[in-house]
C-alpha cells in the first residue's frame, strides 16, 4: 500500500509548507550528476516526470532537487481563519476543541465531545474515538481514513531552526524512498511513496493510463489503482488534464 504524508505534523501542513508549482524546463536529468547523486527511485512533482540522478539540499527556507527548489516554507504570518469546508479546517478545529475540553473533563469525554463535533461536517462520512487520544476520521469520497492524535498541547510559532528541521526531515524522507526505489509523488502539500522497488512499474502504469486519452474520472480511477490513494490520483489527474495529458511523460 502507498505511503501518504503530510509535510508537517497533526494535519498542519497545509499552511506550513508549500510546492513550487513552476514549470520543470530546467530539468537537466543525468547530464552532470554529482557522485553522491541518488539514481533509483522516480519522481512526479505536480503532475511532471523529473528523470533522475537526484540531488537534494537544504538551503534556507527551501528543499533544493538538483539546485532547483521544490519546497518551500512561507514567510510565517498571523493564522488564517478555519474553513471548515476543508480537511484541515475540519481537523484543525477538532485538535483546538479538544485543547479546551481537556484542561476541565477527563480524556474520555472530551474525545467524545470532539468526536461528536466531527460528525457535525458536511464532509465527513464517520468518526470514532479509538481509544482516549486517536480519533478516525473517514472523509467522504477517501478511500482511506485520517487518525488524529489528540493533544493539549498549544502550537507555538516555529523559530528558524524547527522551520530548517521540518524541511532537513522532508529531505530525508524522499532520499530515502528513492534509494529504496520508491515512486515518490509530490503534489499540492502532500508526499506519497509506493512501495519499495516499484518505482519503474508504477511509472509505466501511470504514463500508459496519461496517454491513453481517457477521460479524467477514468484517469482518475487508473491512476487511483496505479498509486493506491484516491486523493494524490485525483490531483494528479487534474495536472494532467490541466496540461493536455502531457504532463506525465518519458
Known amino acids: 500500500m502507498s505511503k501518504r504524508y503530510r509535510c508537517a505534523v497533526a494535519a498542519l501542513v497545509v499552511s506550513t509548507i508549500g510546492l513550487t508549482t513552476a514549470s520543470f524546463s530546467w530539468w537537466p536529468?543525468?547530464?552532470?550528476?554529482?557522485?553522491?547523486?541518488?539514481?533509483?527511485?522516480?519522481?512526479?512533482?505536480?503532475?511532471?516526470?523529473?528523470?533522475?540522478?537526484?540531488?537534494?539540499?537544504?538551503?534556507?527556507?527551501?528543499?533544493?532537487?538538483?539546485?532547483?527548489?521544490?519546497?518551500?516554507?512561507?514567510?510565517?504570518?498571523?493564522?488564517?481563519?478555519?474553513?471548515?469546508?476543508?480537511r484541515h479546517g475540519v481537523i484543525q478545529s477538532a485538535l483546538e476543541q479538544y485543547a479546551m475540553l481537556r484542561p476541565?473533563?477527563?480524556?474520555?469525554?472530551?474525545?467524545?465531545?470532539?468526536?461528536?463535533?466531527?460528525?457535525?461536517?458536511?464532509?465527513?462520512?464517520?468518526?470514532?474515538?479509538?481509544?482516549?487520544?486517536?480519533i478516525e476520521i473517514q472523509f467522504k469520497n477517501q478511500e482511506y481514513p485520517d487518525v488524529l492524535e489528540l493533544t493539549v498541547e498549544r502550537r507555538e510559532p516555529l523559530g528558524p531552526d524547527g522551520r530548517q528541521q521540518i524541511l532537513v526531515n522532508h529531505r530525508k524522507m524522499i532520499e530515502n524512498f528513492l534509494r529504496a526505489d520508491c515512486l515518490v509523488i509530490l503534489v499540492d502539500g502532500i508526499v506519497l511513496a509506493t512501495e519499495p522497488g516499484t518505482a519503474q512499474d508504477r511509472l509505466d502504469r501511470i504514463r500508459a493510463a496519461t496517454a491513453a486519452g481517457l477521460t479524467v474520472d477514468q484517469l482518475k480511477a487508473e491512476l487511483r489503482t496505479s498509486i493506491g490513494d484516491s486523493l494524490v490520483a485525483t490531483l494528479l489527474a487534474e495536472r494532467v488534464a490541466e496540461a493536455g495529458g502531457k504532463a506525465v511523460r518519458p
Do not use: F, W
Not at 519522481?43 to 527548489?69: H, K
Not at 516554507?73 to 476543508?86: G, I, K, N, S
Open 29 to 86: 536529468g543525468a547530464h552532470g550528476a554529482p557522485a553522491d547523486a541518488i539514481n533509483s527511485g522516480a519522481l512526479i512533482i505536480d503532475g511532471t516526470e523529473l528523470a533522475g540522478p537526484y540531488r537534494l539540499d537544504v538551503v534556507d527556507d527551501q528543499v533544493l532537487l538538483n539546485d532547483q527548489a521544490i519546497m518551500e516554507l512561507p514567510p510565517q504570518a498571523p493564522p488564517a481563519p478555519l474553513d471548515l469546508e476543508t
Open 104 to 134: 476541565d473533563t477527563s480524556r474520555e469525554l472530551a474525545a467524545n465531545a470532539t468526536v461528536t463535533e466531527i460528525r457535525r461536517s458536511n464532509l465527513v462520512e464517520s468518526a470514532n474515538a479509538k481509544g482516549d487520544d486517536l
